[in-house]
């Protein structure tokens, strides 16, 4: 796919934050469970502009559910913020989530591709697709040190394929200096088999070669925020 930033015109931080529960949630009887479940809900709802919980026990060993957190984050300051107040709104439920893995990054202006696609990611805009893939990974030390036309020659192939597959909209995020890869692109779809077949086709393409690495990839199943309790089984 085309790595393009959102809708609007503003930068955004997006934070993926994937939990696993520990022993000391599951001793409570379940009323008591119910209870905490609520009230962590609660917490990580007011930590943003927008907060999507995903189901993803099953799809990747010890984890139990992802949150996708976004905000704006024009000021110099936002990220410290964002971080403050998190760590501030989850801090009486530690005993019982045990944070996992974590993946955030913020948006810029593609050099790639011009415009915003018609398949990007608004963040804050209410879900519609089942499911999400997170999708972390960085490129080689010899893809930088191309000339920049025959960088944007390459992607101008890459983008291709993702257009031959409307089923899946995505978000790129930038998080080169700050995490351990450089990008972070979120994929929504509703079809997991056609996003696998536009990944496979993503990689006969010639920039698959200058990929450093692209994992851990994280898949979750939209709950709804109607829903209470947590957002698994």
């Known amino acids: 796919m085309s790595p393009v930033s959102p809708p609007g015109s503003g930068q955004i931080l997006s934070h993926v934050a994937v939990y696993s529960l520990r022993s000391s949630y599951w001793g409570l009887d379940e009323e008591e469970r119910d209870r905490v479940a609520n009230a962590w809900r609660n917490a990580v709802g007011a930590a943003a502009e927008a907060v999507h919980f995903y189901r993803t026990f099953g799809s990747r060993e010890g984890s139990d559910v992802l949150v996708w957190t976004s905000m704006a984050a024009e000021a110099p300051d936002a990220p410290a913020r964002f971080f403050e107040n998190y760590g501030d709104l989850l801090r009486p439920f ?49 893809w930088y040190q191309m000339p920049a036309d025959e960088r944007r020659a390459m992607m101008s192939d890459h983008i291709r394929v993702g257009r031959e597959y409307p089923s899946t909209d995505q978000l790129l995020l930038y998080s080169t200096g700050l995490q351990d890869h450089e990008f972070v692109v979120l994929y929504e779809t509703d079809d997991l088999t056609a996003f696998s077949g536009l990944v496979r086709e993503l990689r006969t393409t010639e920039v698959r070669g200058y990929t450093l690495l692209d994992t851990p990839v994280h898949v979750g199943v939209y709950a709804s925020p109607d829903a209470t309790g947590l957002p698994w089984p």
């Open 94 to 142: 530690r005993r019982y989530f045990r944070l996992q893995h974590v993946l955030w990054g913020l948006t810029a202006v593609s050099p790639y591709s011009r415009g915003a696609s018609a398949r990007g990611i608004d963040p804050f805009a209410a879900r519609s697709m089942r499911y999400l893939v997170v999708y972390p990974f960085a490129k080689t030390h010899d």
